[in-house]
């Protein structure tokens, strides 16, 4: 048995096993137990599990809290190291790939047309844009590490590319995301975020169209309103301003799942305020920094179907702790083992 006081300093390790609040961190000298702040899992093993449906979608969601505490492998630690011959460095960068910039005080924010792309403007059989928009120069640093007045223009750039991009008449929706982390599916670790554009709206996206109309049907609201709502109310709040709130959603279907949503009423990032960009920023910060003491991979995620008016805006983070297996792939039920109201207590410490 490991005894370390609560609060000790992370310390960079090559490979580490999960054991309940516990990191044991191999080194080629040594085994080491650091804790981590989160600490709610070893409370948990006497709860029942409870399934939970989603509010206003058909998704469902074993929370079966006693899981979290089952052995884990050995998993790598994915480390951030200098790569001279990095894509997203900017003595890498194609000047002629280039296709905006915003300058910040002492950064620039690029967007580069994506080298290996899925769908282009000139291949009628799989049409969009794809674009990569490398986050900082600064090859060493995360979303977690960049300041708040970066991480907002971040947002602006998402805007730019969303309103350009969306004035292509073939363009139906637009999706700006984040793959941060292997277990992510991030494939570079230089900070970056995708814009993925094309004339197809998702099954997944046209099923919750037509739900979120059919609750616009029955009682005249629209769904994420009432959802924002109800979570303001809940032990699932993480953090609420004048501008945004944010919440570990009750049928979360990841580990320490957060939604990001705007309290008015809004389209798209297009849409949004100067004032909801600053709150947006700052909660995405705070929870990229929870994230990072977990050392979580994550993605995260901004829709935007140019013919539906009736969006809500929000960012959806789903952090990549778990690995969906046979219970998940087979049956489309997922099983999450640690509840949404831990994870939300988790994330309003500092």
């Given at each position: 048995?490991?005894?370390?006081?609560?609060?000790?300093?992370?310390?960079?390790?090559?490979?580490?096993?999960?054991?309940?609040?516990?990191?044991?961190?191999?080194?080629?000298?040594?085994?080491?137990?650091?804790?981590?702040?989160?600490?709610?899992?070893?409370?948990?093993?006497?709860?029942?599990?409870?399934?939970?449906?989603?509010?206003?979608?058909?998704?469902?969601?074993?929370?079966?809290?006693?899981?979290?505490?089952?052995?884990?492998?050995?998993?790598?630690?994915?480390?951030?190291?200098?790569?001279?011959?990095?894509?997203?460095?900017?003595?890498?960068?194609?000047k002629?790939?280039?296709?905006?910039?915003?300058?910040?005080?002492?950064?620039?924010?690029?967007?580069?047309?994506?080298?290996?792309?899925?769908?282009?403007?000139?291949?009628?059989?799989?049409?969009?844009?794809?674009?990569?928009?490398?986050?900082?120069?600064?090859?060493?640093?995360?979303?977690?590490?960049?300041?708040?007045?970066?991480?907002?223009?971040?947002?602006?750039?998402?805007?730019?590319?969303?309103?350009?991009?969306?004035?292509?008449?073939?363009?139906?929706?637009?999706?700006?995301?984040?793959?941060?982390?292997?277990?992510?599916?991030?494939?570079?670790?230089?900070?970056?975020?995708?814009?993925?554009?094309?004339?197809?709206?998702?099954?997944?996206?046209?099923?919750?169209?037509i739900?979120?109309?059919?609750?616009?049907?029955?009682?005249?609201?629209?769904?994420?309103?009432d959802?924002?709502?109800?979570?303001?109310?809940?032990?699932?709040?993480?953090?609420?301003?004048?501008?945004?709130?944010?919440?570990a959603?009750?049928?979360?279907?990841?580990?320490?799942?957060?939604?990001?949503?705007?309290?008015?009423?809004?389209?798209?990032?297009?849409?949004?305020?100067?004032?909801?960009?600053?709150?947006?920023?700052?909660?995405?910060?705070h929870?990229?920094?929870?994230?990072?003491?977990?050392?979580?991979?994550?993605?995260y995620?901004?829709?935007?179907?140019?013919?539906?008016?009736?969006q809500?805006?929000?960012i959806k983070?789903?952090?990549?702790?778990?690995?969906?297996?046979?219970?998940?792939?087979?049956?489309?039920?997922?099983?999450?083992?640690?509840?949404?109201?831990?994870?939300a207590?988790?994330?309003?410490?500092?």
């Open positions: 048995m490991f005894l370390l006081p609560f609060y000790c300093n992370i310390i960079i390790v090559k490979r580490q096993i999960k054991t309940g609040c516990s990191i044991v961190v191999v080194r080629a000298h040594g085994v080491h137990v650091v804790p981590v702040r989160f600490r709610a899992a070893r409370h948990m093993n006497n709860k029942p599990s409870e399934i939970r449906k989603s509010p206003i979608f058909n998704k469902y969601v074993i929370i079966t809290p006693g899981r979290a505490l089952r052995p884990h492998d050995l998993k790598e630690y994915t480390q951030n190291q200098p790569n001279p011959d990095c894509p997203f460095c900017v003595q890498n960068v194609n002629k790939n280039i296709v905006d910039k915003i300058k910040t005080k002492n950064d620039t924010i690029t967007s580069i047309k994506n080298a290996f792309p899925a769908v282009s403007l000139d291949n009628q059989k799989a049409y969009g844009v794809q674009e990569v928009i490398i986050e900082s120069e600064n090859h060493q640093v995360e979303l977690a590490d960049l300041p708040l007045k970066q991480i907002e223009s971040l947002l602006d750039m998402y805007a730019q590319r969303t309103r350009v991009i969306a004035k292509n008449k073939k363009i139906d929706y637009i999706l700006c995301f984040k793959n941060q982390g292997s277990k992510a599916g991030a494939s570079l670790s230089h900070a970056h975020s995708q814009v993925f554009a094309t004339k197809i709206v998702p099954e997944d996206l046209r099923e919750e169209m739900l979120a109309q059919r609750h616009k049907i029955k009682h005249n609201t629209c769904a994420y309103c959802i924002v709502k109800m979570e303001m109310k809940s032990s699932r709040k993480i953090y609420a301003d004048k501008y945004v709130v944010a919440f959603p009750y049928a979360s279907q990841f580990h320490f799942e957060a939604w990001i949503v705007t309290k008015r009423h809004t389209d798209s990032i297009i849409d949004l305020t100067q004032n909801e960009k600053k709150s947006v920023a700052k909660i995405l910060k929870l990229a920094l929870k994230m990072k003491e977990l050392n979580l991979s994550f993605n995620f901004l829709h935007n179907v140019i013919s539906d008016k009736q809500h805006f929000y983070i789903q952090p990549r702790d778990g690995v969906w297996a046979g219970v998940e792939l087979g049956s489309g039920l997922v099983i999450n083992s640690v509840s949404p109201e831990a994870a207590k988790y994330y309003r410490t500092k």
